[in-house]
Structures are given as C-alpha cells and as structure tokens.
C-alpha cells in the first residue's frame, strides 16, 4: 500500500513523502479499514514538526481521524487510527471499540473529519464546563473546526450562543449554524460586545 510518511520533522510539506509500505495487520480488537478520506488538523501539522503532545518515532504516518470501508465487513466506519500508523494511507488500523457506523449517504469527507471537532467541542462543553440549557455560551473561532462544532453541540443542549470570527463571510456561517450573536473580534470590542 501508499502512505505519507514523516522522516525527519518539520513543515508537513517538506517532510511527508509517499512510500510503498506494507500492508498493516489488524490485531486483536482491531479492524483493517480501507481509507476512504482522512481528516487533517492542526495537531497533523504539529506532529510533522515534532511539537505535539504525542511524539511517536520516526518515520510515522500522521492522520489523526478517518472515514473507511472496513476490509471483510463493508460496514462504514470512521476512527482514529493510533500512531505511528496514522490515516494517511490507503489502509488503517483501528481500535475496534473506537469505530462509530457512518450514517448512509454520507460523504467521506464529511465523516472523517467529524471525530476529533465534535469529540472535543462535546468534552469541553459538557465534560468539562458542564453546559446547562439555557445558558450563554461564547465561542471563539466560531466558523474554525471546533469552533463550528461548539455552536452546534451548543445549541443542541439547548444554549444560547454568541461566537466570534473575523470578517464578514465567517460571521455568516456562525449565523448559518446557528449562533444567535456573531461578532466580527478584528473590528469589535468583544468583551464590550459580549457584556
């Protein structure tokens, strides 16, 4: 199979390189998917450069979330493959306890990139802040991944939302996802606005 792989850390576009590999090999309580899609976030690019929290040795595939078939199933699954062997390559590896159905007819772009975003816009808001319904909540970097899964999984538990971007047309998606307030932070007072 082809993945991208890092050798030597720094900018992603300088150190990913697509290599033949071989094939991974699902262990107990795992699954072989067949990549349809993998996500890319920030953390792809810290983990290029040696930054991340997670420092696995090299050379390493990043591709923290993917969407994919799983080999001998069919069923449609998205995950996180753990590193070194990341989703950035034709086939992962999954924890089979980590694996969530993708709902049909949904692109596999659209699910790779859920996991992380919603899993932690979910953790943050009720794990952690314990968000109550009818509550105000402020979200920064509203039309950014985590930022636009906050103001759903926000508004899904029944909060008010008030989210900042910069510019005219990421304001829109905050109102288009449905924050009832957006303010523009690069011509606004926030904290003002926000009181």
Request: with cysteine.
């Amino acid at each position: 199979m082809r993945a991208w792989r890092v050798h030597e850390l720094g900018a992603p576009g300088d150190v990913l390189r697509l290599e033949d590999v071989p094939d991974p090999v699902a262990g107990p309580d795992e699954v072989l998917v067949r990549v349809e899609a993998c996500a890319l976030n920030f953390p792809d690019v810290l983990l290029c450069a040696g930054l991340y929290q997670e420092r696995p040795p090299l050379p390493f595939t990043p591709g923290l979330e993917v969407c994919g078939t799983v080999v001998g199933t069919g069923a449609r699954v998205i995950g996180g493959p753990p590193l070194p062997r990341g989703g950035l390559a034709e086939l992962a590896v999954l924890p089979a306890t980590g694996c969530f159905p993708v709902p049909a007819g949904m692109p596999a772009d659209e699910a790779a990139a859920l996991l992380i975003t919603y899993q932690t816009a979910y953790v943050g808001l009720h794990r952690r802040a314990g968000l109550q319904a009818g509550e105000w909540l402020l979200v920064h970097a509203g039309a950014g991944g985590v930022g636009s899964a906050a103001i759903q999984v926000g508004l899904a538990a029944g909060a008010r939302v008030v989210a900042t971007a910069g510019g005219p047309e990421k304001l829109a998606v905050c109102r288009e996802l449905g924050a009832q307030e957006a303010i523009d932070y690069r011509v606004e007072d926030v904290a003002a606005r926000v009181k």
